[in-house]
């Protein structure tokens, strides 16, 4: 079909200029005129769907390979298996809760921590800093991304868990003993050391991802609300992040794709003992830190598909995370507007 | 009721560029006045020193004295207080997106704290039928967002937003030149009905408009105001050549 918009020149060894001369200047040319640019564009057009289809069967080939390979446990443990505190490679008797548990806490745990922060920092280089401070303060952020996992682990293990021992955790108990939640020997490692870790890891991806959100929430926006009497606070809460939430949303589920999936710094910290404890100072295990430690001494064959199927519980864990997070974002964007909590 | 607005040597400047030189106005109090002048004479910069929203932009700086009623707007005054008193309409309808039709209007108040129920019923309905918006919406209050209405109705929401906090001054920079002739009928309607209760001072690039909701007009060019008299006056018989020169076209 020849589009109607663009219509394209006739080929016949003239220059196009002289044919044409009644035209007006401005008319658009198409960028490729001949034929062969068709082909080319299908071509392309080809190879791209072939990449597109090539992801989505290597995402199947994942899961193919990790059902196959765990089917050994399966069979052995059942649905047993994701409910059993019991990890016993001696007697080859395994139960990843601990480590499905683990996982949630300390990733949780990092959210808590990390999305304040991370909006905070958002909000100042944004809306508050003076221009010159804004391109380095976002710069160095964005740094921290950059940082290899092991060495957050190391600086974990030299300076926050020595922190963590002497100063933090005897505050925590003294003063929110109470709840439960931390009490206990300080030993500094252990899930509360895993989670601000993880914390400090995730804190680049929110807040760059939210400053950008917010950069994008137009400037009327923020006079609409100013223009009402707000105070600079209001007119950030009001005018920019509820008009960025949804944005934000996707911001935060960035990071807990991260956090969940992250091995390193946090088998350097947690403790790596499948135990489910309510203290936050007791050590725990990660089902990626699990896999990682002990894969490449898994003798047994059902200690092997155990490890194996932790691997799948983690996937799936990690798919439906972002599936709900989708959908509340999905939700959100449809434009429903949602109560006003000014 | 609206108050007089005294507006005395008042300069304002982006970073080291003056966009406003010596400004010497007044406004009546329960009249429109309409702020005329070709593009980027410094109309809008002008009325967003009013409210001061010019200060809101980094580098930008005003210099002068504003009054408005009894407050004076640079000295003595927050700018919060001065905003709640000086309502403003801005040329882009702003509706806040996240919020419902019902709860853009009552965003003011709730900013100022007001949290029953039946009194934010009553302002909103209130404030809606000051815009004349309220037939078209009552139905829909909390369901339908404030970006999912019209340019005009988006326009006339944000004006029952600006009055439900029941200001003394409303400004409004060009509100009409997004909208279609039938909404913009609207919009100068209700200007005309507001004006009873209000300070409106109103730009707009259009003399038919001003000469049409307007009894006093300023004519501004290159940041000065070349001449400040009665709509009538201006239109017909101006004494400034260069104010003639405008309204008849010979320049743009
Ligand atoms: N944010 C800004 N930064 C720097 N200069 C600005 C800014 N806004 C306006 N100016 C300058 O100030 C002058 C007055 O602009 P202003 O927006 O007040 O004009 P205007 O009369 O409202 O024009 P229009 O009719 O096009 O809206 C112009 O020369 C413009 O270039
Ligand atoms: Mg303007």
Redesign the pocket.
Same mark, same amino acid.
Request: aromatic residues 12%; charged residues 10%.
């Given at each position: 079909m020849a589009n109607q918009a663009f219509p394209r020149p006739q080929l016949t060894g003239q220059p196009v200029s002289q044919k044409t001369t009644v035209e007006p200047k401005t008319r658009p040319l198409p960028l490729m005129p001949s034929s062969s640019g068709e082909v080319a564009d299908r071509l392309f057009g080809f190879a791209m769907l072939t990449c597109a289809v090539a992801i989505l069967g290597l995402l199947v080939l994942i899961v193919y390979e990790l059902v196959g390979r765990s089917q050994l446990s399966w069979h052995a443990f059942g649905w047993k298996f994701f409910a059993g505190r019991d990890w016993n490679p001696v007697e080859e008797h395994f139960g990843a809760l601990p480590f499905i548990y683990g996982t949630l806490v300390s990733s949780l745990l990092a959210l808590i921590i990390a999305v304040p922060l991370a909006v905070g920092v958002a909000v100042f280089t944004t809306e508050m800093c003076p221009k010159w401070l804004r391109g380095p303060l976002s710069f160095t952020t964005e740094l921290l991304a950059a940082i290899p996992s092991v060495i957050y682990g190391l600086w974990a293990i030299f300076v926050l868990v020595p922190l963590l021992r002497q100063y933090v955790q005897p505050f925590l108990a003294r003063t929110l003993g109470w709840t439960g939640l931390f009490e206990g020997p300080p030993y500094g490692i252990g899930m509360l050391a895993a989670g601000i870790i993880l914390a400090i890891m995730i804190v680049p991806i929110i807040s760059s991802i939210t400053r950008e959100v917010l950069m994008v929430v137009p400037q009327h926006q923020r006079e609409g609300v100013l223009a009402l009497g707000a105070t600079r606070w209001e007119m950030i809460r009001i005018g920019v992040l509820r008009n960025a939430r949804a944005g934000i949303l996707g911001g935060v589920i960035l990071g807990l794709g991260r956090a969940l999936g992250e091995t390193m710094a946090v088998t350097m910290v947690i403790g790596n003992r499948p135990e489910i404890a309510r203290s936050l100072f007791a050590p725990g295990y990660t089902m990626a830190s699990v896999i990682a430690n002990e894969f490449s001494e898994a003798t047994g064959d059902v200690y092997l598909s155990a490890l194996i199927e932790i691997g799948l519980a983690l996937f799936l864990v990690t798919i439906v995370v972002n599936a709900l997070a989708r959908l509340m974002v999905w939700s959100v964007t449809r434009g429903l507007p949602a109560r006003a909590h000014v | 009721m609206g108050v007089t607005i005294h507006v005395e040597n008042l300069n304002a400047w982006? %970073?080291k560029?003056q966009?406003l030189h010596d400004i010497n106005l007044k406004f009546e109090p329960n009249h429109a006045t309409a702020l005329i %002048?070709p =593009? %980027?004479? %410094?109309? =809008?910069?002008f009325i967003r020193c009013l409210n001061r929203m010019h200060e809101t932009?980094p580098e930008a700086r005003v210099k002068g004295r504003v009054r408005i009623g009894e407050l004076d707007a640079y000295n003595g005054t927050s700018a919060t207080q001065l905003r709640r008193r000086v309502g403003m309409v801005f040329q882009k309808p702003n509706p806040f997106p996240s919020m419902s039709i019902y709860d853009n209007v009552a965003s003011g108040l709730k900013l100022n704290g007001v949290r029953n129920r039946k009194q934010l019923d009553e302002v909103v309905e209130r404030s809606l039928n000051a815009s004349a918006l309220w037939d078209e919406v009552k139905d829909q209050l909390h369901k339908q967002s404030g970006a999912g209405l019209s340019g005009g109705q988006q326009q006339r929401l944000c004006i029952a937003r600006a009055l439900a906090v029941e200001p003394e001054v409303l400004l409004m920079d060009?509100p009409c030149s997004a909208l279609d002739p039938i909404s913009t009928g609207k919009i100068e309607e209700l200007i005309f009905q507001l004006k009873e209760q209000y300070t409106i001072v109103i730009?707009t690039?259009n003399m038919q408009q001003a000469a049409r909701v307007a009894e006093f007009t300023g004519f501004?060019l290159l940041g000065k105001v070349i001449e400040f008299d009665k709509t009538e006056k201006i239109f017909t018989n101006p004494s400034n050549k260069r104010t003639e020169d405008y309204i008849t076209g010979r320049f743009g």
């Open positions: - | 982006y %970073g560029v966009a %002048g =593009s %980027g004479c %410094g109309k =809008s910069t932009i060009e730009v690039h501004f």
